[in-house]
C-alpha cells in the first residue's frame, strides 16, 4: 500500500481519539479517503458481479404510449410477454441485458421488436454505467494526480481529468456528495444524488439527471430511483423505476438474484469508522 495510505488511517485514529478539534486540521485528501468508508460499497465486502431476471408490466407500457387500452390479444403484446429478460452485472462496466423470446416477431413487428430491445439495452447500460459507479466507490474516489480538491466554505469541490473525460463533485460540509457533473465529448450530465442512509453506509437511492446529448442540445430530464432487496450479504436492486419528463414512467422488477462473491466480509457501520 502506499505511504500515504497509512498517513490518512493514523489521522483518522487520531482524530478518534483526540476529537473533533484535531480533525479539522485534515487534508482535503484526507477528508476524502475517510469520507469513502461513510458509503455503501459491497465491492470492497467481496460482492463480483451478480444476475437476476427482469420483470416490466407490458401492457399497462403500451397502453399509456398508444393513449388507449391495449387488449391481451394484441401481437406485439404477446410477443413481448412471452419474452424474457435477464440482467448481469460486474459493478464495474454497464451490465448486461440479455432477451430470450420463443418465437421470432411476425414479420411486421420485426422493427418495432427491433427498436425496443435496443431501448432497453440503453436504458439499462445508462443505468448500470451510473450506479455502478456510486456502488463501487468511484464516485468517491481515492485521490491521485488526476484529481483536485479545493475547499469551499465547509465543503469540497473535486476536480477530475480522465483523457477527454472531465468530472466535477461538490460535497457538502459531512462530505456528503450533492452534485456530479461529467462531460464527455459525447455528452453533458448534470447528476444530483440522493442517498438513504443505512447501516451499510449511504446508500444511493435516487438519481436527479439533466443530460444533454450530444453536448450542444437541449437539456432532457430523468429521474432513476432504487428500491432494494437483501440478497445473501448485499443490497441489490428490487426495483429500478425510470422517469422520463414528459415521455413515460417506468418500473422494471428484479427477483431471482444470485451473487458471484468472495467471502463476504461484513460492513462496518459507518458510525464506528468516523
Known amino acids: ?3 500515504q495510505f497509512f498517513h490518512v488511517v493514523g489521522v483518522v485514529l487520531l482524530c478518534l481519539i483526540a476529537g473533533p478539534a484535531l480533525c479539522q486540521t485534515r487534508t482535503p485528501a484526507e477528508r476524502l479517503i475517510s469520507a469513502r468508508a461513510l458509503y455503501y460499497t459491497p465491492t470492497t ?6 444476475g437476476c431476471q427482469v420483470s416490466f408490466d407490458w401492457k399497462t407500457f403500451l397502453s399509456n404510449v398508444a393513449g388507449k387500452d391495449i387488449q391481451d390479444d394484441n401481437a406485439f403484446l ?3 410477454v412471452a419474452g424474457q429478460m435477464s440482467v448481469k452485472d460486474d459493478l464495474r462496466g454497464s451490465g448486461d441485458l440479455k432477451w430470450s423470446s420463443p418465437a421470432a416477431p411476425a414479420k411486421n413487428l420485426e422493427a418495432a421488436a427491433a427498436k425496443m430491445q435496443n431501448g432497453l439495452d440503453e436504458m439499462f447500460s445508462g443505468f448500470f454505467k451510473s ?6 466507490g468511484s464516485m468517491v ?5 488526476t484529481v483536485t480538491l479545493t475547499t469551499v466554505a465547509d465543503g469540497m469541490h473535486l476536480h477530475a481529468a480522465y483523457g477527454t473525460t472531465t468530472i466535477d463533485e461538490d460535497f457538502d460540509k459531512n462530505m456528503l456528495l450533492k452534485e456530479a457533473h461529467v462531460v464527455t465529448p459525447e455528452m ?10 443505512t447501516p451499510d453506509g449511504r446508500l444511493l437511492a435516487e438519481i436527479h439527471n439533466e443530460v444533454r446529448q450530444p453536448v450542444s442540445a437541449p437539456p432532457a430530464y430523468a429521474n432513476i430511483s432504487v428500491v432494494y432487496q437483501q440478497v445473501g450479504a448485499y443490497r441489490l436492486p428490487e426495483t ?3 422517469d422520463l419528463k414528459n415521455v413515460a414512467q417506468m418500473d422494471f422488477k428484479l427477483s431471482d438474484c444470485t451473487v458471484n462473491s468472495d467471502t463476504p466480509r461484513p460492513l462496518a457501520s459507518p458510525s464506528a469508522k468516523r
Open 1 to 3: 500500500m502506499r505511504p
Open 45 to 50: 465486502a467481496g460482492l463480483k458481479s451478480f
Open 78 to 80: 404477446q410477443y413481448l
Open 131 to 136: 450506479w455502478n459507479a456510486y456502488l463501487n
Open 141 to 145: 474516489p481515492i485521490p491521485d494526480k
Open 188 to 197: 453533458d450530465v448534470l447528476a444530483m444524488p440522493v442517498f438513504t442512509d
Open 240 to 242: 429500478i423505476r425510470y
